[in-house]
């Protein structure tokens, strides 16, 4: 079973910084697309990013584009999410998903069939 673990969550003041891991417990994280998540108490799970496993492929949400950058270091076997200029709307648990599809739809959590576990992100002074 393929496993995702999130981390670097924590506690920072807005229009700060934090930058999020997702280790993947895979033979070659080039055979999968990943996708970066969050949830809100309260409200529905959100799509924040992906990076497809075809070169260039990544999506935003309009809410973090400019502000948050997907990237993949396939030596690692780790996707990181780059989280700039935070907002305190941007308090959430963070999940990454792991999807064999060629290219990512940032939004459709369908399409993901490994998840993370989360890590919490608070944003607040």
């Known amino acids: 079973q393929l496993q995702l673990v999130e981390s670097g969550g924590g506690l920072v003041q807005p229009g700060g910084s934090l930058r999020l891991s997702c280790a993947v417990s895979?033979?070659?994280?080039?055979?999968?697309?990943i996708g970066w998540f969050r949830q809100a108490p309260g409200k529905e799970r959100e799509g924040v990013s992906c990076s497809s496993r075809r070169a260039g492929g990544t999506q935003y949400a309009d809410s973090v584009r400019g502000r948050f950058t997907i990237s993949r270091d396939s030596a690692k076997n780790t996707v990181y999410l780059q989280m700039n200029s935070l907002k305190p709307e941007d308090t959430a648990v963070y999940y990454c998903a792991a999807s064999r599809s060629r290219t990512c739809s940032y939004n459709d959590f369908r399409s993901y069939d490994y998840w993370g576990q989360g890590t919490q992100v608070t944003v607040s002074s």
């Open positions: 895979a033979i070659s994280l080039d055979s999968y697309t």
